[in-house]
């Protein structure tokens, strides 16, 4: 068995690959990524057991059943990886290592830098309409809907809120339980993503899913928000302005847990973000994050919070390295 300090160190590992290499495009067109076959798994559940013909009940009740068969497959699939690992490789140091080298796989460092990088760069190059092109790729709102202050608010929006589900929280599940716990943890959230939304065919079969990327994600989310206070002066921004944010804003949110990290970017940066939004045909009507800050976002803030997006990455480092000194 691997102790918590392995675990750490694995962590580690896992972070420092995603930042020097991430995903590799070469590869993942040859192969189909992992995250791609457990996005398969759900919509094969979706299709097979969300049926419109059924009752609520019995459409909450498959939902449940697909939970827990998407924390068993890749969860017992984690747990038999790290075994054959042990078992196969010839020092403790090269099970690390591979253990590494599969869970950067499930970490979005550098992924998520060059999609919300690929925002900023496109108002210079295609003006507000590549802009909205871009964000189209990491937003679920209607991008035609968005003018410029709105696309910059976009993408520093899932900015913060990526860093926590993308980077946080998988290295806190793989920290806490190894290549089980971060498997288990991409499944639930990928699930989240696919069907945990509140409209008529997902309200029920999705809801499972949902409740439980809420619960796994309360720790990271505000382990998140944290970060990205520590790192606001990096961008010209302040510890204890975002740190004030984030505790009198987060829970106007209406997810239990992207109010932290979004409420904390958005007092790093002096801007106002969330606020009414459009998805499709539904205006979600939300409270804004840090109302006194500026409406009006740039491409410039978006830079501003890649570099705070950079220095938070480097501060998580630093604080999987004090726990094994610890």
Request: charged fraction near 20%; glycine fraction near 10%; include cysteine.
């Amino acid at each position: 068995m691997l102790s918590w300090r392995d675990h750490v160190f694995v962590v580690l590992v896992a972070l420092m690959l995603d930042a020097l290499v991430g995903d590799p495009d070469w590869i993942w067109r040859r192969l189909a990524h992992p995250v791609v076959l457990i996005g398969g798994l759900i919509a094969s559940f979706d299709r097979l057991l969300n049926r419109e013909s059924w009752p609520r009940k019995r459409r909450r009740i498959a939902g449940i059943v697909s939970v827990i068969i998407l924390i068993l497959v890749p969860g017992l699939g984690g747990f038999w990886l790290e075994k054959l690992l042990r078992q196969t490789q010839g020092s403790h140091f090269a099970t690390i290592a591979g253990l590494g080298l599969i869970a950067s796989v499930f970490i979005a460092q550098q992924s998520l830098y060059r999609h919300v990088a690929r925002v900023r760069s496109a108002f210079a190059s295609g003006g507000l309409v590549g802009a909205r092109e871009a964000v189209a790729m990491i937003v679920g709102r209607d991008p035609e809907s968005l003018d410029g202050g709105g696309v910059a608010r976009a993408a520093i929006e899932s900015c913060a809120e990526n860093f926590s589900d993308g980077v946080v929280a998988p290295a806190f599940w793989l920290a806490l339980l190894g290549l089980p716990g971060l498997f288990a943890y991409k499944a639930i959230n990928t699930a989240d993503s696919m069907i945990g939304h509140r409209t008529p065919r997902h309200r029920d079969f999705g809801w499972a899913a949902a409740r439980l990327d809420d619960l796994l994600n309360l720790v990271p989310a505000r382990l998140a928000g944290v970060l990205i206070a520590l790192a606001a002066p990096v961008a010209r921004g302040s510890f204890l302005t975002s740190l004030k944010v984030m505790w009198r804003d987060a829970r106007k949110h209406r997810s239990p847990n992207a109010g932290w990290p979004e409420s904390a970017m958005a007092g790093a940066l002096g801007v106002a973000l969330a606020g009414p939004r459009r998805y499709g045909e539904t205006i979600v009507d939300d409270p804004l994050l840090n109302a006194e800050g500026r409406t009006e976002a740039t491409p410039d803030d978006i830079g501003r919070a890649l570099k705070i997006l950079i220095a938070a990455c480097a501060l998580e480092l630093v604080v999987y390295a004090a726990l094994i000194l610890a």
